[in-house]
């Protein structure tokens, strides 16, 4: 399944650490593997769930780690598990994992967006997306905006290849989030982010080019949603803050005709009359 395992017992112990774990926690981890860092969660959690997917090492971690009571070992894809199937309603837990890296940004969506959310996250992922993660204005992306918007994250350390098996062609960093108890910006969270889909929609070009392109306007109309907003519309994307992606979300929602909430993303077109907003 693409998986590097962690042999670096000085990393394993900075992940345990982070996680502030104590006998009253639930962990669900993500891609145990073999298991290492399953082993030492389960010594300090009250209780583990392990989501394992692939078939051989779920059932070679049941029998593994079958004197520990307080482990459950899930063969299962955990972007189809029902979280509340497995954890309760309510259930306060956390996320601690060295996630596989072909899907980390699934996983922290569904985690994040997901419910119930975790109180806390402490993952391992690819050292370029842990520094897109944590980025401010200046070298934000669209990921960076998204899970910002529910948490507050922090690069804990810098794990170099040689400290998995097989290693890795790349470099990793083990990265905190502190969830939110309510997201960042009080919005519609689909149109909060069609919003900032749609600047990103052309990344290199200036503001009032992406977003016109994004939300389906004439470029003077974008301008004045821009400028509205405070917003210099030769800024790119990348460099606004989560702030002033709000900002701006508030001046194009309070346009009556809403024109982000007219077309759906798979069916945004230029027709001459879809340009007729009105309300700038």
Not at 10 to 28: C, K, N, R, W
Request: charged content about 25%; hydrophobic content about 40%.
């Amino acid at each position: 399944m693409g998986q590097h395992f962690l042999a670096d017992e000085s990393i394993l112990q900075t992940i345990l650490d982070s996680a502030d774990l104590s006998p009253e926690d639930t962990v669900v981890e993500v891609g145990p593997g073999l298991g290492i860092l399953t082993k030492e969660l389960a010594k300090r959690a009250g209780k583990v769930i392990a989501v394992e997917l692939d078939d051989k090492l779920a059932a070679l971690l049941k029998r593994r780690l079958s004197s520990r009571p307080n482990l459950k070992v899930i063969n299962a894809d955990i972007l189809k598990t029902n979280l509340v199937q497995l954890l309760g309603e309510n259930a306060s837990y956390k996320v601690v994992a060295n996630l596989p890296y072909y899907i980390t940004s699934p996983i922290l969506h569904y985690f994040m967006e997901g419910w119930p959310k975790p109180s806390l996250m402490v993952v391992m992922v690819q050292k370029e997306v842990a520094d897109a993660i944590v980025a401010k204005g200046g070298k934000m992306s669209l990921l960076a905006v998204s899970l910002q918007m529910y948490s507050k994250t922090k690069i804990i350390s810098y794990v170099p290849a040689q400290s998995f098996y097989p290693p890795p062609k790349v470099d990793s960093a083990v990265v905190r989030f502190d969830l939110l108890p309510e997201p960042a910006v009080k919005a519609d969270m689909d149109n909060f982010f069609r919003v900032v889909r749609s600047g990103f929609s052309l990344p290199r070009k200036q503001l009032r080019n992406s977003l016109a392109h994004g939300l389906n306007l004439e470029p003077t109309e974008a301008v004045k949603f821009l400028e509205k907003a405070g917003i210099d519309p030769q800024r790119r994307a990348e460099a606004l803050k989560l702030e002033e992606w709000a900002k701006l979300y508030e001046v194009v929602s309070s346009c009556k005709s809403e024109p982000f909430l007219c077309h759906s993303d798979s069916s945004l077109h230029r027709g001459s009359e879809s340009r007729k907003s009105g309300c700038v």
